[in-house]
């Protein structure tokens, strides 16, 4: 298995570079490094000088990709592409085009997202399992029936009316926790309980759809049947049988999820104020900051290649018949 | 089987401890929930017992940037700073029109007028015998800085974080968590040091090349200390301290301790203002060099995040993601509130604290509100002291009478809300590229061309539509409460309007299609092509929300028979038609920086040309009459002459029209009646220390708004478990039922 992820970092090598230089190009397609100093600056008594100079500091000085007034090396190396670049990869992320440390932005703004986002995966996941099997029992039945017919309904339902709804009704009329805002420490948990309501319910439909679906597949195979033909009772081989052996998809959704849980989501953290990642990197690009688009860009790609290795290494431990060579 | 029995005994007894401090908990944990839900509604957003004290609770919806005043110039970070930070000068709270005050200055300053040959001239000395000007200052005595880390010295008078150890530096991760704080007093260095950080290039000031017209060495002090800062870097690394007191300013000059002058080049009257602004405020050389350190600014401690002033609050928290808190500054020294005002503030309750010592407001909690719907329904429930209005809640709170008065729905008098409005020193209007070859230029065709849109295009329309009536229609350049404004018929735009039954009617579209005719364009149409003139409107607004606003305008032209060609795209592409003058038609805005006509008007000055001069006339309007006239304008004393000149320059305006001159708009803000002292100010920002309110009355009305509806909760409860019925009933027909 060492050698396996060994082989799949040495991958994400090649992936990383290319992520980044997509990104490089898609920037810098749309944004100059002039508007880039105009937005900093702001929109009032810009002056060339004021332009040329904010460049100068933030390194926007030099060519983009090739600077033909350099030779050999040089003229790859004294450019924006690869002094912007190279340190990402030792994952010094330095400091956002505003002038704030990166890494330490992340660090504090990863705790809120994951405050959030952790107990709305665990409280959803334990409640569509539960809804799913107990569809899955009840397959073929008026109840399996509306209960498709009422997830259908819940997924075809935008996120932020679950988000919008909940603050009316349990905020502004019922008044039982606060519409919006955050604490440090202990003092989090009441503003918690809306936005993992809210996250939950809203995932409630398809959730408990895709898991009934695969619930279902396990259902009609073969050991199935032999276990209910040796007497075993329906909701031993659903929880002892299917359960165990639907984990295996079950797992590939979740555990690729996990790295990214603390990059948080952006219309649940805007509405109630939650002050995570969710709009790190949408405001970074409304701002033209690419020195947080470029770290944030890096640190997906990252996790994400992080999250697939993960569920790779899963599958041996769900599945032992799975071997990663 | 045997040996399982004890096992099994084991692993209770490990369960069991755990399982009593898992109840334990869970019953301390309600206990404290339910004695704190006593105190406070379940609802209330903050920790308990705060509401009842002089709290001030605001929001804000946009993450300040910057809060060095070197660099800072958006109203939302001055919202903040100007509470810290403390210029020499302020604007009176209560009288209108907007007037000069000493803050930290003990007089108005000292102006000196002088002829080239440095001999003094009188106070009214004309513009062009004035070689240069002295502004002599004097601060009080005795006014000290806040507490703050950077000035904190030891027994021995040594710094206690010069230089930084570096076991200090693992403890820290905020401001406040340095151990020693120390003080000391405001003195005229002070504010010359924060004069040579406007010049220091790596501060970005916005305003530096402004100033490197005006003061005296500016230019010269920019040069030397960029070329020692380059020279420092290089041995020192990326962003050392360079220490400006080292380099000497030829335009400014301390006096004595308490005294300073500043000398500018000619004579520039608007230049008083700016020392009521932020990027005058003083800033102890101490504290910069103490950012400096190295290992700070990577935790993100610097004056960018953690200003130090002598103002009456401090910035004590700054998470501009979640929440900004000013807490009173132990060390200010108190300011009395104003003794007089407008005419109607004694009876608006405005003067009850006249002569009191400020401030009143011992905290202020500002919390980010990115969305208008959580922020309103908080200011509601009482969470957040006062509001702005959305265009979603605007009909829910506002109704206007017969005469167009705004006043506020029974709903929200009954809360006990109040209404302020006022018109900003503000001017969106739609400009026409002057060097265009259709609707630009100094031809008759395109002057009637210009004056036919103008009268077409009819604003009262927008903002009736687009802004719930929260504007007025400009006739010129110049808002209300800025001098050369005229209101009433002397005020009317006579190109576009008529004086009629004593309000402002706007012409007809009749008259618009025979000036167009007139212009060459019968019925809208182009004689080149004998099809629909064609015009094309540059925006940066590309969203679907604008969609109406732009079909508003195609539609203003087409009763003309105009064809307008909307060309939206990004703000970068936008800005850059802009500087190479390849946009026709354009919306803009500008917001004054100072409550003089000057600051208008200059944007239609032709050596601001954007496209020439890369300034701020952004119509590229050049007339030579009009120039000659802004330069006589703007060194005059506010008085009939400068009315005269300045009556004469709109004249030209509305004649050449480069401008429509689009609408002033007009702020509404609601706030609770525990708020008190509270008055639209619309050139200050340092207002806070004015506000006071009302704790007490807070809580009891958060109190009555918030109480928690449980029988809901309880339905949902009951009708779950009774759903629980029918479900075990099915489960076990199912578990007997057989499979054929």
Known sequence: MSAYIIRRLLHAIPILIGVNALTFVLFFVVNSPDDMARMHLGGKRVTDQAIEAWKEDHGYDKPLLINRESSGVAALTDTILFEKSIRLFLFDFGQSDGGRDISEDISQRMWPSLAIAVPTLLVGLAINITFALTLAFFRASYLDFWGVVVCVAMMSISSLFYIIGGQYLVGKLLHLVPISGYDTGLHAWKFMILPVIVGVIGGIGAGTRWYRTLFLEEIHRDYVRSARAKGLSEHWVLFRHVLRNALIPILTGVVVLLPTLFMGSLLVESFFGIPGLGSYTIDAISNQDFAIVRAMVFLGAVLYIVGLLLTDISYTVADPRVRLD | ?740
């Not at chain 2, 027994?155 to 930084?164: E, K, Q, R, S, V």
């Not at chain 2, 104003?338 to 009143?360: C, I």
């Not at chain 2, 031809?443 to 329309?461: F, M, N, P, V």
């Not at chain 2, 689009?662 to 525990?674: E, N, Q, V």
């Open chain 2, 1 to 740: 089987m045997a040996p399982k029995v004890p096992q099994r005994q084991t692993v209770f007894k490990v369960v069991r401890p755990a399982l009593r401090c898992w109840k334990a908990a869970l019953a301390a944990s309600l206990s404290m929930a339910i004695a704190g839900c006593s105190q406070q509604a379940w609802n209330n957003p903050y920790r308990a017992g705060e509401a009842a004290g002089p709290i001030f609770y605001g929001s804000f919806a946009e993450r300040p940037k910057h809060l060095d005043p070197a660099r800072s110039y958006s109203s939302n970070e001055w919202s903040f700073i100007s509470q810290v930070y403390e210029p020499p000068l302020q604007y009176h709270y209560l009288r209108r029109p907007y007037t000069l005050v000493p803050q930290t200055a003990t007089s108005m300053p000292e102006v000196r007028y002088y002829a080239a040959d440095s001999s003094l001239l009188g106070a009214d000395a004309a513009a062009d015998a004035v070689a240069y000007t002295d502004y002599v200052l004097s601060i009080r005595p005795g006014i000290r800085y806040q507490p703050h880390p950077a000035l904190a010295r030891k027994a021995d008078g040594g710094f206690h974080y010069w230089p930084l150890q570096e076991e200090t530096l693992d403890k820290v991760s905020a401001l406040g968590d340095f151990e020693h704080n120390g003080s000391r007093e405001l003195v005229a260095d002070d504010y010359l040091y924060q004069i040579k950080r406007l010049a220091f290039a790596p501060n970005h000031s916005p305003v530096a090349s402004l100033m490197a017209e005006h003061i005296q060495g500016f230019a010269d002090f920019m040069q030397r200390t960029k070329v020692a800062h380059e020279a420092l870097e290089k041995v020192d690394g990326r962003k050392p301290w360079l220490d400006l007191r080292a380099f000497d300013m030829h335009g400014i000059e301390r006096i004595d301790r308490y005294r300073y002058r500043i000398r500018i080049n000619r004579k520039y009257p608007q230049f008083i203002y700016w020392l009521a602004m932020n990027f005058f405020a003083p800033m102890p050389w101490e504290a910069e060099r103490f950012y400096r350190q190295a290992g700070l600014n990577e935790k993100n401690i610097n004056l960018h995040w953690y200003p130090i002033g002598t103002g009456p609050y401090m910035l004590t928290e700054n998470n501009p993601n979640l929440r900004m808190v000013l807490v009173r500054n132990p060390n200010f020294r108190g300011e009395a509130y104003p003794l007089d005002g407008a005419e109607t503030d004694r009876s608006a309750g405005l003067l009850e604290d006249a002569g009191k010592t400020m401030p009143f407001i011992q905290r202020a909690v500002y919390s980010l509100e990115k969305e208008a719907i959580p922020r309103w329904n908080k200011f509601l429930q009482g969470y957040y002291d006062n509001s702005g209005i959305g265009s979603d809640s605007f009909d829910q709170a506002v109704q206007f009478g017969g005469g167009g008065e705004a006043s506020l729905t029974p709903t929200m008098v009954e809360r006990g809300i109040r209404l302020t409005t006022a018109v900003e020193t503000t001017i969106f209007y739609t400009g026409f590229n002057m060097r265009d070859q259709v609707v630009g230029g100094d031809s008759e065709r395109a002057r009637l061309l210009r004056q036919a849109i103008a009268i077409a295009t009819d604003y009262e329309e927008y903002i009736s539509i687009f802004r719930n009536g929260r504007g007025q229609a400009a006739q010129g350049p110049l808002p209300p409460g800025i001098f050369g404004h005229r209101d009433g018929e002397a005020g009317i735009n006579p190109v576009t309007h008529v004086w009629h039954k004593g309000v402002a009617r706007r012409r007809g579209v009749d008259a618009a299609r025979a000036l167009l005719a007139k212009a060459g364009y019968p019925d809208g149409r182009d004689p080149a092509t004998g099809g629909p003139l064609i015009l094309n409107y540059d925006t940066p607004r590309a969203g679907p929300d604008s969609k109406a606003m732009l079909q508003w305008y195609r539609k203003q032209l087409a009763k003309l028979g105009i064809e307008l060609v909307i060309r939206a795209t990004d703000y970068n592409r936008f800005q850059d038609k802009m500087l190479k003058g390849t946009a026709q038609i354009f919306s803009w805005g500008w917001n004054a920086d100072y409550p003089d006509p000057e600051n208008f008007l200059f944007l239609l000055y032709g050596p601001n040309g954007k496209v020439e001069s890369k300034g701020e006339n952004a119509a590229n309007f050049n007339n030579a009459e009009f120039d000659a006239l802004f330069l006589d304008m703007k060194d005059m004393d506010n008085g009939p002459e400068r009315q005269k000149v300045i009556d004469r320059m709109i004249e030209i305006l509305r004649v050449e029209s480069p401008w429509l001159f689009g609408f002033f708009p007009k702020a509404f803000s609601l706030h609770h009646d525990w708020y008190r002292n509270a008055k639209p100010h619309l050139m200050a920002k340092n207002t806070l220390k004015y506000l006071r309110v009302d704790g007490n009355a807070r809580v009891v009305a958060q109190q009555a708004w918030n109480r928690a509806v449980l029988w809901p909760l309880m339905l949902v409860l009951l009708l779950l478990m009774i759903s629980v019925i029918p479900a075990v009933r099915g489960f076990r027909t199912r578990e007997r039922s057989h499979a054929l």
